[in-house]
């Protein structure tokens, strides 16, 4: 691991990965067993953060709106507030940790070798992955799902099963954080080289002819601002793989000549290849979330427990927020959880779109939440599911049972939210999924599969370039996305080196 400032001007590599995250570190250290592997990464090391590593400090990274934050905060043109990972690990070193695998029905759609999924998925867990230890408020949030209906009860396990399950965490007992930076330590050590604080400005192609363009390389600049150009060496198996997520890998394809044509023309780039469909299919999850104060004190929890229902919901919760209303000074919100629902899908879609031409500037993004009446729909039966859950026995310790439905629904209206809300009282359950719609940070798109993609992940229309990470999902999978997006960087790891060595015999 080495700051970019210590990198020759020019270098050359097997695979050069760009985006040191979810699924670019787990495909740096397979990748890098058998070939010579560059991962650049823009960020810096997760490794020294308490913000990062301890989990009584979840959420302190992504408050942090400073130029060197891990967590770089965008806004979407809905104007929801969203975050993107700067730093080793991506967003595994920011998110809440949940670990559950996408549906064997997910997996089939896909296309994806069952069987190697299930190694992949089976490689990250032994490296990073907990069985949680589950306090009293999330025991009493699960058992009230179950009271509520959503049966049966799966017990703990990874798997993604209709029902209550407790699911894995990358946090181990001890409240310390294990992201994907941490399975970097599988990687040869010989044959990786990593560098951090290195900003991918363009990927280069070489144009001969009536031939597809071929990726050979990529620019970019370390923290002081110097030029560096890392080169593909010789050889037909070698290539560059972009997993800078949803925003950065068609931010950085648009900003390399691939895209729309009309928009890369509009800020002065060379066309390399016109591709309408780069930065299409963007997509974010809603998230709509329901406080409820407690009248004895809560522990400290993320998410441990999940709800999978039927009609598309996955219900989650935390606890031990801080929360103070204006609006309800005269009760003690000073202890409590937020009880929150995840749609599955969505069916709405957006676009993004280059900002400037510098990489280090948001593009602009807008999901559309709402725009399917569907989602909408999936929205208010989730909440119905975890208002019923509330008014359980099961929970009734954890709740003030003066306060009503319509008291719980203003109180959380009432807080701070991403946008300008119709009012602080609630009117509908309709109404209250748009006025305070916020996101899960599970959004996808922008490269998908069998439009930008093939399902190699190699970009169409180019030589020697693939796309491996969220960017590439329609939809978003299971009921957490990080365990797949893992899995997928091992799962390509895996696939690309049996070629290679296929290839040569």
């Not at 050979?216 to 997993?243: C, P, T, W």
Request: charged share 20%.
């Amino acid at each position: 691991m080495h700051e970019a400032t210590m990198a020759p001007r020019v270098s050359y590599f097997d695979y050069i990965i760009i985006g040191g995250g979810t699924a670019g570190c787990p495909l740096a250290a397979t990748l890098s067993r058998n070939s010579s592997v560059l991962l650049l990464e823009r960020g810096g090391s997760p490794f020294n953060n308490a913000n990062i590593t301890n989990i009584t400090a979840f959420g302190a990274a992504l408050m942090d709106t400073s130029s060197t934050s891990p967590s770089q905060l965008f806004i979407s043109k809905d104007g929801v507030r969203n975050a993107r990972g700067r730093v080793l690990g991506g967003g595994s070193s920011i998110n809440a940790g949940f670990y559950s695998r996408a549906s064997t029905a997910y997996v089939k759609e896909s296309g994806w070798d069952e069987k190697l999924v299930n190694e992949s998925y089976r490689w990250v867990e032994k490296a990073i992955v907990f069985k949680p230890v589950v306090g009293p408020w999330q025991s009493a949030m699960k058992a009230g799902l179950l009271e509520a209906g959503v049966c049966p009860d799966n017990g703990f396990v990874y798997d993604h099963l209709y029902g209550t399950k407790v699911g894995g965490t990358i946090f181990d007992k001890n409240g310390r954080r294990h992201s994907t930076a941490n399975l970097l330590r599988y990687a040869s050590y010989q044959r990786l080289m990593l560098y951090l604080h290195a900003s991918v400005h363009k990927i280069l192609f070489q144009i001969n002819g009536k031939a597809k363009p071929m990726a050979h390389g990529v620019v970019f600049r370390d923290s002081l601002g110097m030029k560096h150009i890392a080169y593909l060496k010789e050889g037909s198996k070698n290539e560059i793989i972009v997993s800078a997520g949803s925003l950065g890998s068609p931010q950085l394809l648009m900003l390399s000549g691939l895209g729309p044509k009309d928009q890369l023309q509009s800020h002065g780039i060379d066309v390399v290849l016109a591709q309408p469909c780069i930065g299409k299919g963007m997509a974010d999850n809603p998230k709509a979330a329901i406080f409820v104060p407690s009248p004895v004190p809560v522990e400290f929890s993320i998410v441990e427990v999940v709800g999978i229902t039927h009609s598309g919901n996955f219900i989650e919760g935390r606890s031990g927020s801080n929360i103070v209303s204006g609006q309800y000074k005269n009760i003690s919100l000073k202890s409590g959880g937020f009880i929150f629902e995840k749609i599955i899908g969505p069916l709405s879609k957006g676009h993004l779109e280059l900002k400037s031409r510098n990489p280090n500037d948001n593009p602009l993004v807008t999901f559309n939440y709402f725009k399917e009446p569907v989602d909408l729909q999936r929205c208010v039966e989730g909440l119905t599911t975890i208002l019923k859950a509330i008014k359980t026995k099961s929970f009734s310790n954890f709740r003030f049972h003066f306060l009503d439905t319509k008291d719980l629904l203003d109180i959380t209206a009432s807080l701070p939210q991403n946008h300008p809300v119709n009012s602080n009282t609630t009117s509908s359950l309709e109404q209250f999924c748009k006025d305070t719609v916020s996101t899960m940070w599970h959004y996808h798109g922008g490269c998908l599969v069998d439009e930008v993609v093939d399902r190699d992940y190699r970009v169409v229309g180019v030589d020697h370039l693939r796309v491996i990470d969220g960017s590439t999902f329609h939809t978003s999978p299971g009921t957490n996305p990080q365990a797949t997006v893992m899995m997928l960087g091992r799962y390509m790891g895996v696939k690309i080196l049996r070629e290679r060595l296929l290839c040569e015999g």
